[in-house]
């Protein structure tokens, strides 16, 4: 178990360009959150899914922002046209099933995006 | 709805000295507890967690925090400070619905000096 993994660690895009950021959970977890962490902030919740479903969306994420987890196993985040306010650092998440006493959320490392 | 609050956006201490980072909360159901460790560039480390039963927790690295629903207070302490427990930490809140759906304080910046 390598924990929770996201690619690629660091990325630099121009604004109005698109980015995608991939993150595997650990593999026997069945729900996957992703959050955005701006400096010198506490992460904000964006969007989770259980399994391949996305179930919850916040308000945080606007048109551009889309989530996939096709086969309920990796995901992607891609932000169209990047804007610089999107410079933040985006954080993965799993859990092995997201409810009761036994499950917390593994984080990965996460991918700090600046937008120029 | 839920909320977090963390009273100090840094804190230093010496080295030895106790460590002491508060959180406040506020939940309009049975909140689970979390404290979560951040170094520089990294993800966040779970240090430690409280759901029900026992409200004192303790975690890892010597950490340690109490619940105290009256007081909605879920304070972390350390009783002798190491060097190598320089970092951000979180205080965060969720239920027992949605564990992982979790609402984050703004972090306390811990400083520890020699």
């Known amino acids: 178990d390598t924990g929770v993994s996201q690619d690629p660690r660091h990325k630099i895009t121009k604004r109005g360009q698109n980015v995608t950021f991939r993150c595997d959970p650990i593999?026997?977890?069945?729900?996957l959150y992703w959050y955005r962490q701006t400096l010198g902030q506490g992460p904000e919740f964006l969007t989770y899914f259980q399994n391949e479903a996305q179930l919850e969306k916040s308000r945080l994420l606007s048109d551009r922002f889309s989530a996939e987890r096709p086969k309920g196993s990796f995901s992607t985040l891609e932000i169209q046209r990047t804007e610089q306010g999107d410079s933040a650092m985006y954080l993965c998440?799993?859990?092995?099933?997201?409810?009761?006493?036994?499950?917390?959320?593994?984080f990965g490392q996460g991918t700090r995006l600046t937008v120029v | 709805a839920q909320s977090v609050t963390q009273l100090g956006s840094h804190v230093s201490v010496s080295e030895g000295a106790l460590v002491l980072l508060r959180c406040n909360y506020s939940s309009s159901v049975p909140p689970y507890l979390f404290w979560y460790v951040q170094y520089p560039n990294q993800g966040l480390q779970l240090l430690l967690k409280y759901t029900t039963g026992a409200t004192l927790v303790k975690g890892i690295n010597g950490f340690e925090a109490e619940f105290k629903k009256s007081e909605t207070s879920f304070h972390l302490t350390k009783p002798s400070a190491h060097m190598s427990d320089a970092a951000e930490y979180f205080c965060a809140v969720s239920h027992s619905s949605n564990t992982g759906k979790l609402i984050f304080g703004q972090g306390t910046t811990l400083q520890v000096k020699p």
């Open positions: 998440a799993s859990s092995l099933d997201g409810t009761g006493v036994n499950t917390e959320a593994f």
């Open positions: 593999s026997e977890h069945n729900r």
